[in-house]
């Protein structure tokens, strides 16, 4: 049986304008056709971004670090993580077809309207992985797509020269099993300040390992980005389902990479097909946006924190460099001059790279 919401979300998810490749003007600026997109809608689609031979790093770590994975949540609570000691990476479980965040006060209570829950098939297992945290540790390909140049070209379009990384994580919808995420906005912080603008919450990087389609994929709802905080529960509430109108989805094949604003209302359902999604998400603000700040995390955004958790980006740029020696590498202002101590190598996996999201800048 067809169902008419995911075609009528597919059909006008195409009717946006916010896709195509990864465009720069004859000056090295963001193509304004595309900046523009993005203040309208709140995400964009770059089309084709990461290469055959990337792509194929990633599926293939993806494949090895899943099959290494903890099968539970209670194996998960064993912290060594893929043979290695760390308190970094998280492993995150839930039951099949349902929603493990929606209704509780994870994340300071944002996905605050539960999504509809199916019953899973009865030889389903009890838990999915569906969510991985630190996971630059664990794949070594994403570390080094982190550091991509064009899409540090984006961050830095939108957020100058000196953006401060946010966090990164591994987002999983297994076939016929994976869970809803509650729709939301990835904001909590800010929604108070005197100087609120659409982009303070800062962005996300979407990278798509398998392509999406209209009941597996993210879906937000366009210019909800500059609405500020949205009452969710009451706006899921008063349409009577979690089916918003206006919601589209994001429509990706494999190798594409979507900039998502974290302000943007999205959320996903549950994954009844028999199609995966894997999505690698890394994301950028405004260094004035966590400077001096207390976000999700206790303890002062101060200086030494977020040059300490930047020293990331400059790793992963340097690991680029190694696999891809014929491209240019992005040119990270923040720490130049700082290469030679941020060298991809095994010292620096462990004195710059080994738990470093604990230094995430979550606001």
């Known amino acids: 049986m067809v169902d008419t919401y995911f075609v009528d979300g597919e059909r006008r998810a195409h009717t946006l304008g916010n896709r195509g490749p990864l465009r720069f003007d004859a000056d090295g600026a963001l193509a304004q056709d595309i900046v523009d997109a993005y203040d309208d809608v709140g995400f964009y689609v770059f089309e084709g971004v990461i290469g055959p031979a990337e792509l194929a790093d990633l599926v293939d770590d993806y494949r090895d670090m899943h099959a290494r994975a ?34 509780t006060a994870a994340f300071d209570g944002r996905h605050a309207a539960r999504m509809a829950e199916l019953e899973p098939p009865p030889d389903a297992p009890e838990e999915v992985l569906y969510f991985v945290s630190g996971g630059l540790q664990v794949m070594d390909s994403f570390l080094r797509l982190s550091g991509h140049p064009r899409l540090l070209a984006v961050a830095e379009a939108i957020y100058g020269p000196d953006f401060a990384p946010f966090s990164d994580a591994i987002w999983i919808k297994e076939p016929g099993l994976g869970s809803a995420v509650a729709w939301h906005q990835d904001g909590t912080t800010h929604w108070d300040n005197p100087d ?8 996300n990087f979407m990278a798509q390992l398998h392509g999406t389609s209209p009941v597996n994929a993210l879906w937000v709802v366009p210019g909800s980005h500059k609405a500020g905080k949205i009452d969710i529960k009451a706006l899921v509430d008063g349409n009577g389902s979690d089916r918003l109108p206006d919601a589209v989805p994001m429509l990706c094949r494999p190798g594409d990479v979507a900039v998502c604003n974290r302000q943007a209302l999205h959320g996903s359902f549950p994954n009844t097909s028999a199609n995966k999604r894997v999505s690698l998400v890394f994301g950028a603000h405004r260094r004035t946006s966590v400077l001096g700040i207390e976000g999700w995390t206790h303890g002062l955004y101060d200086e030494a924190r977020v040059q300490q958790r930047s020293r990331v980006i400059a790793l992963a740029i340097d690991a680029r460099r190694q696999r891809f020696p014929d491209e240019t590498p992005y040119v990270y202002r923040p720490l130049t001059g700082r290469e030679d101590a941020n060298t991809w190598g095994p010292d620096t996996r462990e004195s710059v790279l080994r738990n470093y999201n604990m230094n995430d800048l979550r606001i």
């Open 70 to 103: 903890p099968t539970s949540g209670a194996a998960a609570r064993d912290m060594t993580v893929l043979g290695r000691e760390t308190d970094g990476p998280g492993f995150h479980f839930a039951k099949p077809l349902s929603d493990p965040l929606g209704g």
């Open 196 to 203: 609120w603008d659409p982009h303070i919450h800062g962005l």
